[in-house]
DNA sequence: TTGTACGCGTTATCAA
DNA sequence: TTGATAACGCGTACAA
């Protein structure tokens, strides 16, 4: 019941001043060792702390740092959050999480929420719906207003930040190379929609891989899905446009998808069509998640290392926090893409 | 570049004192017309925002709730963190996010630095290692000081505060019941070391139900896998125990796994072994996260309505922030489980 | 060696 | 109708 107690309340009890105390809890010199021992001790007795808060507003620092993702429940950027926890704990810096769910509103909500003194710098993935209607006003405002932001994954090169991406395109060639190189020649794309910028780029690295190892591309196994929110309610229709893709094209001997739960859908669905995996078709996904680890068949996939993404993102941002001299020039880091091979793949 | 506009700055552009600048601000009719306008109008253009960090330390509170887990990368406790999010957003009030990494220290050094003033109450689930050492002073303390707890899923019952949980005994023994229904005579248990509390509770129920329907439990098909971080590098040794586990019992026609891990790895050893689910063996898990729907055959389990958990936790919690009144009343709520009947089950 | 005064940004009370 | 002042908790330059 009782409430923390402060400087003054200790000053009080002891009979000296406030900066005495204060001073005396930091072993300064000024201060006499009867009087430090005394404070000390009562500090200790009554387990003082100094109020964050306080320290914060005179400091105008909140060594917190804001993050904003679409969404928490879901493997890659739960990982990442664990990569800047870990680098933000070890700096003596806090998290806070802001969700926008996909939609623009709650980005933007969120933002200015914590814009207003909560934090010393946004780490951020957009929203789908920031994507498609291209406005980026929040993040131009704040960086105007002289707060870091760090981007990751779902970025915009418009904005002028520090950012963190995994080279999606170059991943995603990789992939499709290995696939060429274990002799498949119909590889299917399971991609979506061209306004999420990781599928784009997903699938020109998918091109690009064909293109290269004189293969044509064939529009009738690529298959965009309709987009809405993954891993929820719409399975069953994702499923069923894969199913679709299959049944029309029984010559394909491969399949990439741009992400796991395409990914497993895709398994799941030449099960049923009594394909066999990888013997009939071979299967990479990207993203590495828990899902692809734990399929049956395990899944190949690209690792996009969301772990290193948050540890960079968070080293990043805290570097720009604590020096203001490089506030003028924006690095973009690329982690490496990783190949995880699996029982999905030959 | 340019810092955030306060008070102080319109006023002296205004050449007004800064008390009339917020009066004005909040539409105050001791304050003319004229100068409402004018100043509303000086704020609009240069976007001013009240400082969080100076109401904070005025109002004595933050509107933020501090949530503490052992890890984020785990369906289950990301959920719950959407469902606190949600609720939070709703009232106003932000998150932010303490990773213990199932440990006692991590867990006692962030509940430290947040309850300095950073929070106004906590969410809570414990770490494995505080469990096993069943050292809460500093749940104890911060509560002293009069900060707010509510725990869920991990909790222990001495500590005196709002707790959030799933009948997890019950829930066990329905999945177990349901089993029986189904035939199954010979039902092996995959559980954890009994300090795991959720753990133990979950065997509990297993047992009852058999006993309730006349069947013994057989030590041999009871695995309580040694301990070991779920999911990361330890996956292959927890294989080989449930191999062992099939193997040394060929007659076991059913398991019931207490979380999703150990069911899916179940099934992996399964395949492995040519048995057929659910014809030869069925499965049931519990938790109800992206592994089990995902997993062909998907996997029948029980559901701890994670969201609502959370939901829940945060409702509990901002009410106990925001009326003072109830400090001294603590509830426990039971969220019920739900059987979620999947392929891996008859 | 100790204490006073000020500032961080805001709001509330009281005085002008 | 407006402004000065105090207070939230802390740290520090400067005065005593």
Redesign the interface.
């Known amino acids: 019941?009782?409430?923390?107690i402060t400087l003054k309340q200790i000053a009080r009890e002891l009979d000296v001043s406030i900066s005495t105390v204060s001073k005396a809890l930091k072993n300064s010199k000024e201060i006499s060792a009867d009087t430090i021992e005394k404070v000390q001790a009562f500090a200790k007795l009554y387990?003082y702390?100094?109020?964050?808060?306080?320290l914060?507003?005179k400091n105008r620092q909140?060594k917190?740092i804001g993050v904003i993702i679409p969404?928490?429940?879901?493997?890659f950027f739960?990982?990442v959050?664990?990569g800047i926890?870990?680098v933000a704990?070890k700096k003596g810096y806090?998290?806070?999480?802001?969700?926008s769910n996909e939609s623009f509103n709650?980005e933007v909500i969120?933002m200015?929420?914590?814009?207003?003194?909560?934090i010393d710098g946004f780490i951020m993935s957009l929203s789908k719906e920031t994507l498609k209607q291209q406005d980026y006003h929040h993040l131009t405002?704040t960086i105007?207003?002289?707060m870091p932001i760090v981007m990751f994954d779902r970025i915009v090169k418009d904005v002028n930040c520090d950012k963190v991406i995994v080279d999606d395109s170059k991943g995603a060639k990789k992939a499709v190379e290995k696939l060429i190189d274990l002799g498949c020649k119909e590889i299917g794309i399971i991609t979506t929609q061209d306004y999420v910028s990781v599928g784009k780029l997903r699938t020109k690295g998918y091109l690009q891989a064909l293109n290269e190892n004189g293969l044509d591309p064939n529009p009738e196994i690529i298959l965009k899905v309709e987009d809405r929110l993954i891993?929820e309610e719409h399975?069953s229709e994702i499923e069923s446009e894969i199913e679709d893709l299959f049944k029309k094209n029984p010559k394909m001997d491969a399949i990439f998808a741009v992400n796991e739960?395409y990914a497993?859908t895709a398994?799941?669905v030449a099960?049923k069509l009594n394909k066999k995996i990888p013997e009939d078709i071979q299967v990479i996904g990207f993203t590495d998640g828990?899902?692809s680890?734990?399929?049956?068949p395990s899944l190949t996939t690209v690792s996009q290392h969301a772990y290193q993404m948050g540890a960079k993102s968070a080293e990043l941002l805290i570097e720009k926090i604590e020096n203001e001299d490089f506030?003028e020039v924006h690095q973009t880091v690329i982690i490496e893409t990783e190949l995880i091979e699996r029982e999905s793949t030959l």
């Open positions: 019941m009782k409430r923390k387990n702390r100094p109020n964050n808060i306080a914060s507003l909140t917190t969404d928490i429940v879901h493997h739960s990982k959050i664990r926890e870990t704990a806090n998290v806070i999480v802001g969700l709650k969120n200015e929420m914590l814009a207003n003194g909560s405002e105007n207003q002289g891993s399975l739960v497993v398994l799941k099960r828990v899902i680890r734990h399929a049956i506030s």
